[in-house]
């Protein structure tokens, strides 16, 4: 492993997630400032901290509830529990994350919880769909948001992001009120003013996403470091990505799978993941495992399908 490469890929991902929280900051001080000077800043920040509080409150319980997941038990899958086990031992993580199970046929796999209370949740078809070193790969992926504190970063940028947007309609509407009088006093019309206020949301919402997908870049390189595999994490998104866009979904709901532009993405292009990871490449198997296929789980297979639930998840 190039140690070297590692590093450097560490510090852009930092430098890039400074830029972009800072950005955002600035952005919405600007807007506080135009709209209500210095108070406008104080009443952003007060706000922001406010909806942290409220944000950093909401139980993971609630989230896992949402994906109608269910604690596993040791004896239910024993293989993950120790993968969860000794990823967390490498990442010096103070508290182990609890594995959670989603009977569902879709591929998914996320981490909740900030340091505290961490929780993975892997559902059934990410499960069947892996091998055990993909399911290493993943799953250390998981682990390295939790590591690198992303869960508690991203609800920064949103919490900024929102009040971004509420401190912009607010201006907005005023302006809109204060042109009536512009006109009838024959005032020129602050329209440089306007148009700050309404890109400035869109700009913020730009900027989150950007982070969102430097989190995940940095998560990958987190990952390989754990497992000193990144062929098992080229694999598993591979595999991902075939399943996410494979063959009778793309028929039959053609506008769940619509390619959006890059900057509209919280994740990065699986090309663009796959790209980075090869640069990292070694051919060598983790000795974690000495096998390939995950055993069969004891908990009862999904046969439900993959749809958006009235909660508005998709799962």
Do not use: C
Request: avoid cysteine.
């Amino acid at each position: 492993m190039d140690n070297k490469l590692i590093k450097r890929y560490h510090l852009q991902n930092f430098l890039h997630s400074i830029i972009l929280l800072a950005g955002m900051l600035i952005l919405l001080g600007v807007i506080g400032w135009l709209v209500a000077g210095f108070l406008g800043i104080l009443w952003s920040l007060a706000s922001g901290l406010i909806f942290l509080i409220i944000a950093s409150g909401i139980s993971s319980q609630l989230i896992l509830f949402l994906y109608g997941a269910r604690p596993v038990l040791n004896n239910q899958l024993s293989l993950l529990n120790d993968i969860v086990d000794w990823l967390a031992v490498q990442s010096h993580l103070k508290q182990t994350p609890r594995l959670y199970y989603i009977p569902s046929r879709a591929m998914l796999a996320f981490s909740v919880g900030i340091q505290k209370d961490p929780a993975i949740a892997v559902s059934d078809g990410m499960l069947s769909a892996l091998n055990s070193r993909e399911i290493l790969a993943v799953l250390a992926h998981e682990i390295s948001h939790i590591h690198n504190k992303d869960l508690w970063v991203m609800v920064v940028a949103d919490a900024i992001s929102r009040i971004t947007s509420v401190m912009a309609l607010t201006g907005y509407i005023m302006v809109l009120f204060y042109l009536p009088f512009s006109i009838f006093q024959q005032q020129q019309i602050p329209w440089l003013l306007l148009i700050l206020l309404m890109i400035a949301p869109n700009l913020s919402a730009l900027m989150q996403l950007a982070l969102s997908r430097t989190r995940e870049f940095n998560a990958d390189l987190q990952a390989v470091k754990l497992t000193s595999d990144p062929h098992g994490l080229i694999s598993a998104l591979s595999k991902i990505e075939h399943y996410q866009t494979q063959g009778f979904k793309q028929i039959l709901l053609p506008g769940l799978r619509l390619p959006q532009p890059s900057l509209l993405r919280t994740h990065p292009l699986t090309e663009e993941r796959i790209q980075r990871l090869l640069t990292m490449a070694q051919h060598r198997q983790h000795p974690f495992f000495n096998q390939q296929q995950m055993p069969p789980h004891r908990l009862p297979r999904s046969r439900r399908s993959p749809r958006i639930r009235i909660n508005g998840l998709w799962h």
